[in-house]
């Protein structure tokens, strides 16, 4: 061959990418299939072309070519494609892959058909039951998506993605610990996947177990530096640990790499908030309004911020933002307006509803009677367990249980919690926190007292935590452990807490110092009846707290550093409630701390107790003489 033949034979190879293969379809496949997996796109359709002259209905090829319009977003064209692949051979694989084009259109119905036609075809395939669970899951079907995955997975115990599925809905359908289980697996199958670490942390997270969680955290990091989310991640977990000091600069990390991240600004407010950082936090949710002013969130917390730190003013008008929040509550829609206060309503009837939780209640109730004094007739809505306490409630016309809600027809209706921005309420006009709950049952009050016995030691009621559920409750709530400093001391101490944890159960039993009346305790009437007969509850801020307090006991409140807003900032009384006491954390935020403290205003209680039993004592004593010898 001459020089100028060999070179016009060399361009004819470099034009036709196939030209040293065998002139069949399935060769021509084969090396469209090459250059697809080379990421050669144009060359791999032109062998596809080639391949379809020879024999046009030649299936794989069509399929590939199928696969090439999908991966170019050419959807119409990839199912044209598809269509003809499958009605020359139905392969299970060229319907997997037109059920992905349909899911990709949108079309989650037609696409959830043709993944079951493929499971049916291969039934043992652990990929085919894979793609026929993502198809459920995107049409919500979770339950039958998550029975979906787990067969794949008994088919190929080792599909580390059909386990990430399993432990992605288990976590969505909150079932977290069969999450942690497959995620868990994720991480032996694959192990250093940043994105598995993440969601295992957020797991773990929502257990409570906020080390591992952290530990998670920071291995994710250590794969993928630049991830925004990792950094807010470890901020978050970093403040349940009582670790803010630490959480802010990864807050800022995450704003840096994300700016705008308004996440991270919220939860950086809230760190700053807890370090009592008041100015700065007022900042940042300044910063979120401008990123983000549809949010209502920075608006949310501004109110409680704003009313924290005495300013009810502004407090309670930007309070209304809850409303729209994402998880606001739950409060009925009422098919009347809303009372915001000002309007005239005598001889109106307007429904008062509960929106907040029972502390809320009994806090809030002391504003029924006003609104009555203004002349409506008075529907109030509560919970069930308020329902018996409040029924007699003076200027309540009807109380109706909120499970069950009020019979029309009815003028207006107001929250509880929106009673204060009806009056106007300022930090000077908090109406009287005394003597406003309806007189309880004398016989009620006469069976605790004789239960109780003579009252010859000190009485005091105890709870130490509130609603596990409640987003602050790491900072609320304590355990029983925690008030052993003042268990020692010569007084009866009676359990108030209703539902202990396991560990303060255990100990509860253990302790049989302490009276555990709480099975008796079937509603707030007799809660109220037993709290009455005592001389003084020490109890974490929780409703009991604010029964207590409204019934006029000795309430000894233990607060976190950076308290609810009700309880303000630097003082030890509350303008809400005269016989509160409030023992605050310091900076430590230690309640070790502050029981030593309450165990010292108890010894005085109880010196106080026996000095008239020993003025007693001796009064008998000198009117007995004893006689000579």
Not at 399 to 419: A, E, N, Q, T, Y
């Amino acid at each position: 061959m001459s020089r100028r033949e060999r070179r016009a034979a060399g361009q004819k190879s470099r034009a036709n990418p196939v030209v040293a293969e065998a002139r069949t379809p399935s060769a021509i496949f084969q090396a469209a299939l090459r250059h697809q997996q080379a990421g050669r796109p144009l060359d791999a359709q032109l062998c596809c072309q080639q391949a379809l002259a020879i024999d046009c209905n030649h299936a794989d090829t069509l399929h590939l070519l199928g696969q090439l319009s999908f991966e170019g977003g050419q959807y119409d064209h990839a199912l044209e494609w598809l269509t003809r692949a499958i009605r020359q051979d139905p392969k299970p694989e060229y319907l997997a892959s037109l059920g992905n084009t349909l899911q990709r259109q949108g079309r989650h119905e037609e696409a959830l058909k043709t993944f079951d036609k493929a499971v049916q075809l291969r039934p043992d395939d652990a990929d085919r039951w894979k793609d026929l669970g993502g198809a459920l899951a995107e049409l919500r079907r979770t339950d039958e998506a998550l029975l979906t995955f787990q067969h794949a997975l008994k088919l190929k115990p080792d599909h580390w993605d059909t386990a990430y599925r399993c432990g992605f809905l288990l976590r969505e359908t909150g079932r977290p610990e069969e999450a942690l289980s497959y995620f868990n697996l994720v991480d032996r199958l694959r192990p250093n996947q940043h994105v598995v670490l993440e969601m295992r942390a957020i797991v773990l997270h929502s257990l409570k177990r906020y080390q591992e969680a952290l530990a998670d955290n920071l291995r994710a990091y250590a794969l993928h530096p630049g991830n925004a989310d990792t950094c807010n991640n470890i901020g978050a977990t970093l403040q349940f640990l009582s670790r803010d000091e630490e959480a802010l600069p990864w807050f800022d990390r995450a704003v840096a790499l994300r700016p705008g991240h308004v996440l991270a600004l919220l939860n950086k407010a809230a760190s700053q908030l807890q370090t009592h950082r008041h100015a700065e936090a007022e900042r940042t949710y300044r910063q979120v309004q401008a990123i983000d002013p549809g949010n209502p969130e920075p608006d949310w917390n501004l109110s409680l911020l704003y009313m924290l730190t005495g300013n009810f003013e502004v407090g309670w008008a930007m309070r209304e933002a809850r409303w729209n929040r994402t998880n606001p509550g739950v409060y009925p829609e009422f098919p009347v307006p809303r009372w915001f206060g000002g309007d005239n309503i005598a001889g109106k009837t307007i429904v008062i509803c509960a929106d907040e939780g029972l502390g809320d209640t009994i806090q809030f109730a002391r504003y029924v009677p006003m609104v009555a004094a203004l002349g409506a007739r008075v529907i109030l809505v509560v919970d069930p367990p308020a329902h018996a306490l409040l029924s007699g409630l003076q200027g309540v016309s009807q109380c109706v249980r909120k499970d069950i809600g009020p019979s029309p027809p009815f003028d207006l209706h107001c929250p509880m919690s929106g009673l204060p921005l009806a009056f106007g309420t300022r930090l000077d006009t908090i109406p009287p926190g005394m003597a406003y709950l309806p007189p309880l049952p004398e016989g009620r009050l006469r069976a605790w007292e004789d239960r109780l016995g003579p009252r010859s030691r000190l009485r005091v009621g105890l709870v130490w935590s509130g609603n596990p559920v409640h987003s602050n409750d790491h900072n609320r709530s304590t355990s029983l452990r925690t008030f052993a400093p003042i268990l020692d001391l010569d007084a009866t101490f009676l359990s108030l807490q209703k539902d202990p944890r396991p560990d303060d159960l255990a100990l509860l039993r253990e302790r049989t110092g302490i009276v555990d009346l709480t099975a008796d305790l079937t509603d707030f009437v007799e809660t109220a009846a037993l709290l009455s007969c005592l001389d003084v509850v020490i109890t974490v801020d929780t409703s009991v707290a604010h029964l207590a307090a409204a019934l006029g006991r000795p309430t000894w409140i233990l607060l976190p550093y950076d308290p609810d807003y009700r309880w303000l900032l630097d003082r030890d009384d509350s303008p809400w409630y005269p016989t509160a006491r409030l023992f605050r954390q310091n900076e430590k935020r230690d309640y070790t701390i502050v029981l030593d403290r309450v165990r010292g205003e108890l010894e005085v209680l109880i010196s106080a107790k026996r000095q008239p039993d020993l003025e007693n004592w001796r009064e008998r004593r000198d009117s007995n003489p004893r006689p000579p010898p």
